[in-house]
Structures are given as structure tokens and as C-alpha cells.
Nanobody, 126 residues
Framework: EVQLQASGGGLVQAGGSLRLSCAVH????????IGWFRQAPGKEREGVSC????????YYADSVQGRFTISIDNAEKMVYLQMNNLAPSDTAVYSC???????????????????WGKGTQVTVSS
């Protein structure tokens, strides 16, 4: 059974940091890219970042470039999203998802992801 589970969300003040984790089970890690998405109330889902463990390719949305860093632990099948200098505009439910064959790029928001995990709430107070 394929499972992705995001965790690590919470409440943080503006300028603070959080690290989100995505535990991945049931897929061959190198056959997929993992993406992070977020959806704020009343807004469409946005592809924030992705990474392919096969070739290390990464992508960041302009809105998070320079503040967020995605990383993969292949041995533990974990994907992390380090979020620094958070702003109230980053408040959203964050989810991780997998797509195979792996692809990762500027069209992330529109990818038809194969597997989704439940999200984790990130709230940034001003």
C-alpha cells in the first residue's frame, strides 16, 4: 500500500522556521519525484517545491525561492521541506505527493500526481 504522510506543521511567528517531513512508503523511491504543495483558504493549490531522487533535480516556486529547501533521505525514504523566514502569506495546508516517472519543474502545480498524502497545517502569525 502506498502511503505518504506529511508532518511538522504548526504555528510560528513571522520570520520563524519550520521543517516539514514526508514519510514515503510503498513505492520505489527512485522511480518517483516528490513534490510539496500548499493550499490556503480560498486559493488554488500551489506547487511549492519538488525533488527527484533519481537525478537530484529540484524546483522551487518563485514565492519560496531562497527561503525553502527540499531534501531527501533515500535510506529512510523521507522528504523534508525546510522553511525559513516564514511570512503570513505562507499560511496553508502543506501536502506531499509523488509522481512517476519522476519529473520536477515549473509546471509542478499542474502535474497529475500519482499519490497524495494528508496535509499538515502551517500557520504563520504576524
Amino acid at each position: 500500500e502506498v502511503q505518504l504522510q506529511a508532518s511538522g506543521g504548526g504555528l510560528v511567528q513571522a520570520g520563524g522556521s519550520l521543517r516539514l517531513s514526508c514519510a514515503v512508503h510503498g513505492i520505489t523511491f527512485s522511480d518517483y519525484a516528490i513534490g510539496w504543495f500548499r493550499q490556503a483558504p480560498g486559493k488554488e493549490r500551489e506547487g511549492v517545491s519538488c525533488m527527484s531522487s533519481r537525478d537530484g533535480r529540484t524546483y522551487y516556486a518563485d514565492s519560496v525561492q531562497g527561503r525553502f529547501t527540499i531534501s531527501i533521505d533515500n535510506a529512510e525514504k523521507m522528504v523534508y521541506l525546510q522553511m525559513n523566514n516564514l511570512a503570513p502569506s505562507d499560511t496553508a495546508v502543506y501536502s506531499c505527493a509523488a509522481v512517476g516517472p519522476p519529473r520536477c519543474g515549473a509546471s509542478l502545480t499542474h502535474y497529475g500526481m500519482d499519490y497524495w498524502g494528508k496535509g499538515t497545517q502551517v500557520t504563520v502569525s504576524s
